[in-house]
C-alpha cells in the first residue's frame, strides 16, 4: 500500500471523529425571559337583583322549555309545574340549585343550568314563570278499602289535610301557607302547590319527611320537616293528589254548589 494511501485514509478517519466529536457537544439554551407576575385581583361582586324583567326573562327561560314546557306547565310528571310560581320562591330555588344546596331529584340536570344565571337573571326568570297560568291534574278518587280511612275517597283524605289539619296529632292546615287555592304566598316565598304533579310533590313531602335534603339548615325546610314527619306514606300520597287536582276554579265551583242563604225579610 503506498503512502499517499494510507495518508489519506487516515485523514478521512480523523475528519469523521471531528465530526462525531461536533455531534456530541452540547449547546446550551439561552436563558427564558423572567415571567412577569401581578397581584391576585378579586372578582367583582355581584350586583344586587332588583324586580325581575318579564320579557328578558322569557328570553332567558327559552332554556327552561325543553323540560319545563314553554309555558312553566311540563308534561312529564319529572318535571315540575313551574307556572304561576312565585318570583321570588323561583328565583331562591335557582340560587340553591347553583350553590349545591338543593341535591336531591333533577338538581344534576338544573345545576349547569343554574349556574349560568346571575341573580337577576333568576329574578327575570321567575317574573316571567310568575306571569303564567299553571295548569292542574285530576285527583286521585279511588276508595279506601281498609285501614283509618276506609270508606274515603284518596283524594278526600288529603283535602281533609289540607283544609283542616289534625291538631291532635300537631299538624297544621297547609292552606294556611299555600292558600286555599294553592296558590301560595310571594311574601314569605311559600310556593304554589296547587296543580303541581302528585309525583312531584309526594317526593318533596318524603325528602322533608325523612330530612335527606342538603337545605336541612333552612328555616322553610325545618318548617315542612316536622309537618311532614307526623304524616302516614297514605297520607302523603292523598295530599299530592289532592293538591294536583288543586287550582282556582276549583274553589268557584264549592262557592257555587253551596246553598245561597235566605234573604232577611225586608224591615217595615
Known amino acids: 500500500?503506498?503512502?499517499?494511501?494510507?495518508?489519506?485514509?487516515?485523514l478521512a478517519a480523523l475528519a469523521a471523529a471531528a465530526v462525531a466529536y461536533a455531534q456530541t457537544e452540547v449547546t446550551p439554551i439561552p436563558d427564558a425571559a423572567p415571567v412577569e407576575t401581578a397581584p391576585l385581583e378579586p372578582a367583582a361582586?355581584?350586583?344586587?337583583?332588583?324586580?325581575?324583567?318579564?320579557?328578558n326573562g322569557q328570553a332567558l327561560a327559552a332554556t327552561c322549555a325543553a323540560c319545563h314546557g314553554v309555558d312553566g306547565n311540563s308534561q312529564l310528571d319529572m318535571y315540575p309545574r313551574i307556572a304561576g310560581q312565585s318570583e321570588i320562591y323561583i328565583a331562591d330555588q335557582i340560587a340553591r340549585f347553583k350553590s349545591g344546596e338543593r341535591s336531591d331529584g333533577m338538581a344534576a340536570i338544573m345545576k349547569p343550568f343554574a349556574d349560568m344565571l346571575s341573580?337577576?337573571?333568576?329574578?327575570?326568570?321567575?317574573?316571567?314563570?310568575?306571569?303564567?297560568?299553571s295548569g292542574a291534574g285530576v285527583a286521585d278518587d279511588t276508595v279506601?278499602?281498609?285501614?283509618?280511612?276506609?270508606?274515603?275517597?284518596f283524594y278526600e283524605v288529603g283535602e281533609q289535610l289540607y283544609r283542616s289539619g289534625d291538631p291532635a296529632r300537631g299538624i297544621p292546615a297547609c292552606m294556611a301557607c299555600h292558600g286555599p287555592a294553592g296558590t301560595g304566598n310571594p311574601g314569605p316565598?311559600?310556593?304554589?302547590?296547587?296543580?303541581?304533579?302528585?309525583?312531584?310533590?309526594?317526593?318533596?313531602?318524603e325528602i322533608f319527611r325523612n330530612g335527606t335534603g342538603a337545605e336541612r339548615d333552612n328555616d322553610l325546610f325545618q318548617i315542612m320537616a316536622n309537618i311532614a314527619s307526623r304524616l302516614t306514606e297514605e297520607e302523603i300520597g292523598a295530599l299530592a293528589s289532592y293538591m294536583e287536582g288543586l287550582h282556582p276554579a276549583a274553589d268557584d265551583l264549592v262557592?257555587?254548589?253551596?246553598?245561597?242563604?235566605?234573604?232577611?225579610p225586608t224591615a217595615p
Open 1 to 10: 500500500m503506498s503512502h499517499a494511501r494510507v495518508l489519506g485514509i487516515g
Open 45 to 55: 361582586p355581584e350586583a344586587p337583583a332588583t324586580w325581575g324583567d318579564p320579557q
Open 119 to 133: 341573580a337577576q337573571d333568576a329574578r327575570d326568570v321567575g317574573a316571567w314563570f310568575a306571569t303564567q297560568t
Open 144 to 153: 279506601i278499602a281498609s285501614g283509618p280511612y276506609e270508606g274515603m275517597r
Open 189 to 205: 316565598a311559600y310556593p304554589h302547590v296547587g296543580g303541581q304533579h302528585a309525583s312531584y310533590t309526594q317526593q318533596r313531602l
Open 255 to 264: 262557592a257555587a254548589a253551596a246553598p245561597v242563604p235566605a234573604a232577611a
